[in-house]
């Protein structure tokens, strides 16, 4: 059993040796530095999508299902998928009435635009048409004023509600409520300002968004537009029971004769994780391959620096164990020497990582968090001792009377 004492004198022996070559060993770090970076970055910019993925799907709703003419991921044949027939706003009224498992149901479209206040202008704006149950269904709340009222969407009259960044930049200093912006030209009076809500994990800005009455967005934007209906389940772990139901209300409702395939899709949350965990399993095994890679090499480096070290010393070796010390003394001895390198060489993948993280940040999600950098440090620890293993076997293993005939 390796006593405390043992292990303060090889870890003073290794420092001391470590102290004598500061250059030598300093030169064979590179490599795990450039793997520890490599790992650190790789690390951080997972971390930093998976929590700007998570925060942004948590807008979709765990209990919500989406009805649309096509499926978010699919490899349908397009020239079959194009071909399906929209969706209609008879067809939401239909699922609200029919569906048992439902708890709301909301019957929304889009249309990219621009947004004008006085000589302000606002290019690339999401214009929803939304109904009174959509911000429920949607999860939403309101910052200023209201939402709009079941008698606001039967009369389609011109009112509007903003999103964040159109309120901030058009109305900086005073309340936007009861002012009167131009959609395409077409004037609406603002009656609400929806919370902050941020950027969705594909880049698109959801506070750069105006939202109107969807029997409006009918007559002003779209004659026909193609319909998503938005069903809010009531009890989340009867989510399949729902979808089931929900299909086969779609399928009755559109006279699709049994045996022939839908003609819609029924979309939810669980389409973009799974692609997620496809997309964040292929960065990571790029980046594992490249960081074992620099880590190959690095330990190739401490390898040779401790057969060279093991060469330099073996005068010394055979006096330590002409006086006693043991195989294990010698073998722990190279071990942390090997040891020590590499985690000089994570402490210093680490300072480098850390600025380049915080550039990272400015273009994507990226954050260092404590595990990360424990895991860092472990690796480069082992690599070290999986490094230094063999020199150190090969040093316990000398004969002392042949080591101290050494020159």
């Not at 971390?47 to 009805?67: H, M």
């Amino acid at each position: 059993m390796i006593t405390t004492s043992e292990l303060r004198e090889t870890f003073l022996i290794a420092v001391a040796a470590l102290r004598a070559n500061v250059l030598r060993s300093g030169l064979t770090t590179l490599g795990v530095v450039i793997g520890i970076v490599t790992v650190t970055l790789m690390g951080t910019a997972i971390n930093g999508l998976n929590n700007a993925f998570q925060k942004s799907i948590a807008t979709l709703g765990s209990d919500t299902l989406f009805i649309q003419r096509f499926a978010w991921f699919s490899n349908d044949d397009w020239r079959v998928v194009r071909n399906r027939r929209p969706m209609t706003m008879q067809n939401a009224r239909d699922v609200e009435r029919m569906a048992t498992l439902a708890a709301a149901v909301s019957v929304e479209s889009n249309f990219g635009g621009t947004v004008t206040y006085d000589k302000k202008k606002a290019r690339g704006v999401w214009i929803m048409g939304n109904t009174d149950r959509s911000i429920d269904v949607r999860g939403l709340s309101i910052a200023k004023g209201r939402w709009f009222s079941p008698a606001e969407i039967s009369s389609a009259r011109n009112v509007c509600v903003l999103g964040n960044y159109l309120a901030e930049r058009f109305f900086p200093n005073q309340s936007p409520l009861g002012h009167r912006v131009k959609v395409n030209e077409i004037q609406y009076e603002v009656v609400g300002v929806i919370d902050k809500m941020g950027t969705f994990f594909t880049g698109f800005n959801m506070d750069n968004q105006i939202v109107i009455p969807v029997t409006r967005f009918e007559g002003d934007f779209q004659e026909r537009p193609d319909y998503q209906i938005i069903v809010k389940v009531k009890d989340v772990t009867r989510l399949d029971d729902a979808e089931e139901e929900l299909r086969g209300i779609m399928r009755k409702l559109r006279r699709i004769e049994p045996g022939l395939p839908d003609d819609f899709a029924i979309n939810r949350q669980e389409a973009f994780l799974n692609f997620f965990r496809a997309v964040g399993g292929t960065i990571a095994a790029v980046g594992l391959f490249i960081t074992s890679l620099s880590l190959f090499v690095g330990g190739i480096g401490i390898m040779n620096i401790m057969f060279v070290s093991v060469a330099e010393r073996t005068k010394e070796i055979g006096i330590r164990k002409a006086i006693g010390a043991k195989r294990r003394s010698i073998l722990l001895q190279f071990l942390v020497e090997a040891a020590l390198i590499t985690l000089f060489a994570g402490i210093l993948g680490i300072l480098v990582a850390w600025p380049l993280t915080l550039v990272i940040n400015q273009f994507m999600a990226a954050q260092m968090s404590w595990w990360l950098v424990a895991i860092a440090l472990l690796v480069s620890v082992l690599t070290g001792v999986i490094a230094g293993f063999i020199p150190a076997w090969r040093a316990s293993n000398l004969d002392p009377v042949e080591a101290l005939r050494a020159e």
